[in-house]
């Protein structure tokens, strides 16, 4: 279960305010919405973080081979047009969007959006809250998402332009990093 936090005192953090607030809290895994509330979520589950794990080597093994940008575990927040701040649990950044930020943008919750997020469904996720976080990714500017629900066995892909569309593929069938991941191709059912 997620819990967002409102703090009476400030109505909204500031960017200074928020990466204060998460340094002080080392311990906690933090995001801040699009209204300015906090939000903490539990840790996961140990096969949740083996998952998670995988798939960011998968990503990180094609991302070595052609070089085209940089990626990014759920350590990584990232700052979105709509304010809010997210954090997800595998992010891929291309490198002509990297050349466009400060290097102080990189010390801190980047002003960017991903060209590419994996949101891994835990044990404590609702399946509801994280298809309307991928919505707000989509609104946001990412090109291409996938959320992963490794209780169904299958991920439902959100492509830039499709709005609260998404694609579902099962674990037996290969996803496709399309062209935002050139040559990408994964089946889950290999590494879950």
């Not at 801190?108 to 959006?113: D, G, L, P, Q, S």
């Not at 998404?166 to 089946?187: A, Q």
Request: glycine letters at 6%.
């Amino acid at each position: 279960m997620r819990l967002a936090i409102n703090i009476p005192q400030i109505d909204v953090f500031s960017d200074d305010e928020l990466y204060s607030f998460c340094r002080a809290n080392p311990e906690l895994r933090i995001e801040r919405n699009e209204k300015g509330q906090i939000i903490i979520m539990p840790p996961t589950g140990i096969e949740t973080s083996f998952r998670n794990s995988d798939l960011l080597t998968e990503i990180n093994l094609w991302n070595r081979k052609t070089r085209l940008g940089r990626v990014s575990d759920s350590n990584g927040g990232y700052t979105l047009p709509d304010s809010s701040m997210r954090a997800p649990d595998v992010a891929w950044i291309s490198n002509e969007q990297l050349a466009l930020l400060p290097l102080s943008d990189l010390k801190r919750f980047a002003h960017v959006c991903p060209d590419f997020i994996v949101e891994l469904m835990s044990e404590s996720d609702e399946l509801s809250d994280l298809k309307d976080k991928m919505v707000k990714w989509i609104e946001n500017g990412i090109r291409l998402g996938w959320l992963i629900d490794p209780r169904k066995r299958q991920t439902y892909v959100y492509r830039a332009g499709s709005g609260i569309d998404y694609e579902v593929v099962s674990f037996d069938e290969k996803l496709s990093g399309d062209d935002v991941l050139p040559g990408l191709e994964l089946k889950l059912s290999d590494i879950f």
